[in-house]
């Protein structure tokens, strides 16, 4: 069974420039999460999805940040523009959906450089 | 400040002892905790997890012990090889939702 795919592995942009992280889930998995790593620290939720609906998008900084999963299965999370400090790995992680606690399954991330 | 997550607390252990790795929790109100064991380029890899209401839960070569008294928790990690390099970070999470929130890392390196 596929795991979790992201693309690109790895990013590396100027700043002030967009960028775009793209995820595909595992096959059957409703729900989908976007998540920050910092160097050295653990991963920080950005945004989850049920379906297409972005039911937590609390930790997602609005102003520059955006996500999308438009048929409920791949999702795209956009930064425009990127700034210094968002220099990170963005993790993307499924799970089933159903009460209570779902196991989640981690992508391999993106690793974003901004210069 | 960034520089501070950069040193990663480090346990150095050689390779056929047993190894145990420690994480304080902050949410008393947590119903499950798991471990996380991540290398290098990849994403978190699951481990083993414990419900709220048990204290402890064995796995192939690890055991994860829950202190709810001191909200500890400990991943054992018996017989120790060269491919358990890896950072490991506690998360914890409740059953209302899906939402877990991660702990500090724990590198773990092997002494041959």
């Known amino acids: 069974e596929a795991g979790v795919v992201q693309s690109p592995r790895y990013k590396i942009i100027e700043k002030k420039q967009p960028v775009a992280f793209w995820c595909n889930p595992i096959s059957g998995h409703n729900t989908l999460y976007w998540y920050l790593q910092n160097l050295g620290q653990g991963p920080e939720l950005l945004i989850r999805?049920?379906?297409?609906?972005?039911?937590?998008d609390s930790q997602l900084p609005k102003d520059r940040f955006s996500a999308e999963r438009l048929k409920g299965v791949d999702s795209t999370l956009k930064i425009q523009p990127a700034e210094l400090g968002d220099s990170a790995v963005y993790l993307c992680?499924?799970?089933?959906?159903?009460?209570?606690?779902?196991?989640?399954?981690f992508g391999p991330g993106t690793r974003l450089t901004v210069l | 400040g960034e520089s501070v997550g950069l040193h990663l607390p480090t346990l150095s252990v050689q390779e056929g002892d047993n190894s145990i790795i420690n994480c304080a929790y902050s949410?008393?109100?947590?119903?499950?905790f798991i471990w996380y064991k991540q290398e290098s380029g990849k994403g978190p890899q699951f481990i083993i997890d414990i419900r709220s209401n048990m204290d402890k839960r064995q796995g192939q070569r690890v055991t994860v012990l829950l202190n709810k008294t001191v909200k500890h928790l400990s991943l054992q990690i018996a017989a120790t090889q060269p491919g358990d390099s890896a950072v490991y970070f506690c998360?914890?999470?409740?059953?209302?939702?899906?939402?877990?929130?991660f702990g500090k890392g724990t590198r773990l390196h092997i002494l041959p």
């Open positions: 999805y049920e379906n297409e609906e972005a039911v937590d």
């Open positions: 998360a914890e999470g409740k059953n209302r939702d899906d939402k877990i929130i």
């Open positions: 949410n008393s109100a947590s119903d499950y």
């Open positions: 992680a499924s799970s089933p959906s159903g009460p209570g606690y779902n196991e989640q399954f």
